[in-house]
């Protein structure tokens, strides 16, 4: 908590986000301890540690930021840019940014940044409306980049002032979703697989079709999400997970409906399915494993031997920003080398950074669950917008599922 002066008012629901990044604290398990012990005692080591002062944020702009210039890291070149406005209103999911991330852009740009969080991404999508609803930034799954860009709810970039796109991987130099990161730039990126606890099966599954072994019948989670779902159940059958066939689709459609008397749940919270007990078996995001396993360290994960799905999220600017420079600012800030290993060495979620790789724990990129092997990769699909009348098939059938 260094970025404040002495005396500065203190925002509170802001001093509690940045002490629960820097702790590696859940909203779960702080909820979890204001059960235990009551409000006041779970609150005090947080009031007590955001109640200190420290530097004040710089009052100058700079130019920005570039990678670092030791061996390997690609460094961008100084660019002129205009002075930022004096705010910026970001909107990002929960526990999804490094500590210092926020800090150091207002340190190095004098900006102050209005940070609010969500943790539903439809919620946030009808928040957010058709031009940002005041939140200048946000961070749409790359798979909406392509409906947000069309419908002109973000913004094209002005890539002169985002010189760190250099420091790109140069598999995402030019993604499918959005050509030449014309209207964003990528975050972080993540596998879909099967996370399952090492105490309660009976061998080491590298398959699906575990989520159909009737053994585990109540203990099975797949996720909330039809996209997701009929993927994973399309790529068993051999099938794409982007497919527009519909027969193909009733075969999916078939196969979830076996496998949908055995499961516990369908839920996103792939965090909490998998640490609550019950669940011994179910859908996961890959890098949802470096939380899951601080609170049971018995889960593991795999990819299934079928293929798999790789998914990203972006960060763009919504068309009715008011605070565009800025907004640039610190999409280039995010694709900065030691920002971006800041990210990943926080929440466990590989970026797009390929100058940043030397910066970030050896122990995430040797992980094969959050940065798996090119052999992996090539056999993961990215899930794509499908036109409106492909996707409607997809809604209808799962539909159908959710209510039989």
């Known amino acids: 908590m260094t970025h404040r002066t002495a005396g500065t008012p203190i925002d509170p629901e802001e001093a509690l986000r940045r002490y ?11 909820l979890e301890q204001i059960s235990k012990v009551g409000a006041a005692a779970a609150l005090a080591p947080i009031i007590a540690a955001c109640g200190g002062g420290g530097a004040s944020p710089s009052a100058s702009a700079a130019g920005p930021s570039a990678a670092p210039g030791s061996p390997g890291a690609s460094t961008a070149a100084s660019t002129p840019v205009p ?14 940014i490094g500590p210092d991330v926020i800090p150091s852009f207002e340190d190095k740009y004098g900006v102050k940044v209005q ?17 940002g609803n005041g939140y200048d930034v946000s ?45 964003s730039v990528p975050y972080v990126w993540w596998t879909t697989g099967i996370g399952y606890d090492t105490t309660k099966l009976a061998e080491v599954p590298t398959s699906s079709k575990v989520l159909w072994d009737p053994r585990y019948a109540g203990h099975i989670s797949m996720m909330d ?80 031997e079928e293929g798999g799905v790789r998914g990203s999220d972006t960060a763009a600017i919504y068309s009715g920003t008011k605070h565009p420079i800025a907004a640039h600012l610190f999409l280039n800030h995010l694709l900065d080398a030691e920002v971006s290993a800041s990210n990943t060495n926080t929440i466990g979620y590989m970026g797009p950074n390929e100058a940043a790789k ?3 724990d050896p122990v995430i990129l040797e992980d094969p669950s959050v940065n798996p092997t090119k052999a992996i990769l090539d056999n993961l699909e990215e899930l794509l917008d499908l036109p409106n009348a492909v996707d409607e098939e997809y809604l209808s059938r799962w539909q159908a599922l959710k209510a039989g």
Request: no cysteine.
């Open 139 to 183: 961070f749409p799954i790359s798979v909406d980049v392509p409906r947000f860009r069309e419908a002109g709810t973000i913004i094209e970039l002005d890539q002169s002032l985002l010189p760190n796109l250099v420091n790109l991987g140069p598999e995402w130099a030019d993604p499918g979703y959005d050509p030449g990161n014309a209207y």
């Open 225 to 304: 999400d039809y996209q997701e779902t009929f993927g994973l159940a399309l790529i068993q059958l051999g099938y794409s997970a982007n497919t527009t066939d519909t027969a193909q689709l009733d075969e999916a459609l078939a196969l979830l409906r076996e496998a949908k008397p055995l499961l516990r749940t369908y839920s996103n919270d792939t965090v909490g399915t998998m640490v609550g007990g019950d669940v011994w078996v179910g859908m996961i995001w890959g890098s949802d494993l470096y939380q899951i396993q601080q609170e049971n360290p018995n889960i593991a994960y795999f990819i299934p």
């Open 115 to 131: 940070y609010e969080l969500f943790d539903d991404i439809e919620v946030a999508y009808a928040k957010l409306g058709e031009d």
């Open 83 to 96: 002075s930022p406005e004096s705010e910026l209103i970001v909107y990002n999911w929960l526990d999804y």
């Open 20 to 30: 629960m990044v820097e702790h590696r604290i859940s909203r779960r398990a702080l």
């Open 358 to 360: 030397e910066l970030i």
